[in-house]
């Protein structure tokens, strides 16, 4: 009996372990992608200006020569 709740226990703990590390790993994920996201809304923000600028210019040049 002490034995198998000996193999019990080592069988647990190794789970505990396991699931550990699995969050952690998950975690690492998750700030990656966050910055991911952090970096897509800045690359995004970035585009919507370029193209405000480019149809400000468009706009200057039809009215320049209208």
């Given at each position: 009996m002490v034995v198998?709740?000996?193999?019990?226990?080592?069988?647990?703990?190794?789970?505990?372990?396991r699931l550990q590390s699995l969050t952690e790993k998950e975690n690492e994920e998750k700030e990656i992608l966050e910055r991911v996201v952090?970096?897509?809304?800045?690359?995004?923000?970035?585009?919507?200006?370029?193209?405000?600028?480019?149809e400000?210019?468009?706009t200057k040049k039809e009215v320049g020569h209208g």
């Open positions: 198998c709740r000996n193999e019990q226990d080592k069988s647990h703990a190794d789970e505990l372990v952090e970096d897509l809304q800045k690359q995004l923000e970035e585009s919507r200006t370029h193209i405000l600028i480019q400000d210019r468009t």
